[in-house]
C-alpha cells in the first residue's frame, strides 16, 4: 500500500485506555498512517510540541488534565490543528463544548473502524482545502451571497467563517425570511465541502407519511407508490451538506432515526435490511425557539443537543441598521436588468420609510416589494407611489365617527369571488399577521404546513405563467 503520510502528518493519539489505544493506533497502521500514542495529557503536549500533528485524535477524559484544556494549548500553538474528540455518550455535552472552542469533530464511543478512518480524512480533507485568510479590506467584511455590512451581520460572518474549517453541526435560527438557507450555503460554501452536494430539505413541506423516504430514501415495492427505488437526501448530500430545513416540524419518529444517523453515519432506506454509510455534514434551522419546543414535547432533548453545537442566529431586517437600503438597491437594480426596466435606487423619501418600516417578513419581504415595483414601473427611481398600500399605515382609510377597519378583507371584499380567490386571500393573509412563517399560518388555520406550501408553489406558477 502507497504510505498516504509523510514526516509532518503523523497523527497524535491521545487516549488513557491501553486497550482501546491499541485497537485505534492499529486500525490506523493498517489504514497506512503512521501513529505516535500518549496516554496522558503531558505526554500529549511533549509530542505535539516535537511533531506539530496537523491531526490529533484526543480523549475527552484524561488522568492529569480535561482534554478541552489540553485542546486549547494546542489550538494557541497552531491554530490550524484538526483535534477530533473521543468521548463517551454520556458526556456528549462536554464534547459540544470542545466543538464550540474549536475541535473539528467527535466520535462517540464505540465507534467502529470505518467510522475512525472517516474522521481522520474529514479532518485531512479539512486541511487541504482550508479557507485562504482573507486580506483586511472593506470588500472582504460581507460574505457571498449576502448583502449588508451592519455589526449584526459581521457577527453572523465570523461565525459562518469561524465554523468553516470544522465538520460541527451547525444550527440556525430566525424569523421567516432572514435569509436561513443562504447561511446554510454560505457555510458549505467556505467549508472544505464546497466542491460536494448542497442538498436542502423543507421538513414542513413534506407530508409526515414521506418524509422518511425523502431523508433515508427506499426501495422499490417498499409501500403502496413505491415503482422504483428512491435516492434519499441524506445519500444524496454524500461527500457534502445536507441542509434540514423547519427542523422543529420533523415528526418524533424520524427524529430518532436523524439522531441514530448522526451517531453512526449510516443511514437505513425504508425497506431495506442493509445500513448504508454515508458522509455528511448536517446543517439544520427553524424559525422556531428550539428549546422551547423540546419542553412542549415535540423535539427530543438528546437530538437538540446533538444539533445544536454550533448555534448561528440571523438577525431580523429591522435589527439591520442601513443593511435594508443596500439590500434595496443592490436587488432593485438586479431586477431590473432581468425584467428589461432601468432602476438604480430609491428616492430619500423612500429611503426614510425603508428604515423606519419593522418588515415582519424580513428580507423576502422586501424582495418581494421590490419585485412587485420593478414590474409595474420602469423607474428610474422607486418613489413612495410605486409601493404597495399596506407598506403606508398612515393610509389606512376610516369612516367618520368609527375605529379604524380591521387590517385584512373583510366580508365586502370577499363578495363575488370565486372560493379559490377566497382561499388564497385568507392564505396569504393569515401569512401576513404572522410575519410570512407558514408553519405557525398553518397552525392557526388547522391544515399542515405541506398544504400551504404546495399551494404557495401553485400560486407563484399561475402568477408567473
Known sequence: MKDRTTPKDTILLIEDTPSLQMIYASALNRAGYEVVACGTAAEGMAEFRRLRSPVVLLDLMLPDRTGLELMQDFLEMDPHTCVTVITANGSINKAVEMMRAGAHEFLVKPFDEQRLLAAV???????????????????????????????????????????????????????????????????????????????????????????????????????????????????????????????????LNLQTKLLRFLQTSTITPVGATRPRKVNVRIICATNRNPLEEVRRGNFREDLYYRLHVVPIHMPPLRMRGEDVIEIAETMVTRMA????????????????????????????QLINVLRNVVV??????????????????????????????????????????????????????????????????????????????????????????
Open 121 to 251: 480524512e474529514n479532518a485531512r480533507g479539512s486541511l487541504r482545502h482550508r479557507v485562504p485568510a482573507r486580506p483586511d479590506s472593506a470588500e472582504a467584511t460581507v460574505l457571498a451571497p449576502f448583502i449588508g455590512r451592519s455589526s449584526a451581520m459581521q457577527a453572523v460572518y465570523e461565525k459562518i467563517r469561524s465554523v468553516a474549517r470544522s465538520m460541527a453541526t451547525v444550527f440556525i435560527t430566525g424569523e421567516s425570511g432572514t435569509g436561513k438557507e443562504l447561511c446554510a450555503e454560505a457555510v458549505h460554501a467556505t467549508s472544505s465541502r464546497a466542491r460536494g452536494p448542497f442538498i436542502a430539505l423543507n421538513c414542513g413541506a413534506i407530508p409526515i407519511d414521506l418524509l422518511e423516504s425523502e431523508v433515508f430514501g427506499h426501495l422499490r415495492g417498499s409501500f403502496t407508490g413505491a415503482i422504483s427505488d428512491k435516492i434519499g437526501a441524506a445519500a444524496a448530500a454524500d461527500g457534502g451538506t445536507l441542509f434540514l430545513d423547519e427542523i422543529c416540524e420533523m415528526d
Open 337 to 364: 436588468g432581468e425584467e428589461g426596466h432601468v432602476f438604480h435606487g430609491l428616492e430619500p423619501s423612500v429611503r426614510d420609510l425603508f428604515r423606519n418600516l419593522p418588515w415582519p417578513g424580513n428580507v423576502r
Open 376 to 465: 409595474l414601473n420602469d423607474g428610474p427611481l422607486v418613489t413612495a407611489e410605486m409601493l404597495p398600500p399596506d407598506l403606508h399605515p398612515d393610509q389606512k382609510p376610516e369612516r367618520p365617527g368609527s375605529t379604524a377597519e380591521p387590517e385584512g378583507p373583510g366580508l365586502s371584499d370577499l363578495a363575488g369571488r370565486t372560493l379559490a380567490q377566497i382561499e388564497r386571500m385568507v392564505i396569504e393573509e393569515t401569512l401576513r399577521r404572522h410575519g410570512g412563517s407558514v408553519p405557525r399560518a398553518a397552525r392557526e388555520l388547522d391544515v399542515s404546513a405541506s398544504t400551504i406550501y404546495r399551494k404557495l408553489e401553485a400560486w407563484a406558477k399561475q402568477d408567473t405563467g
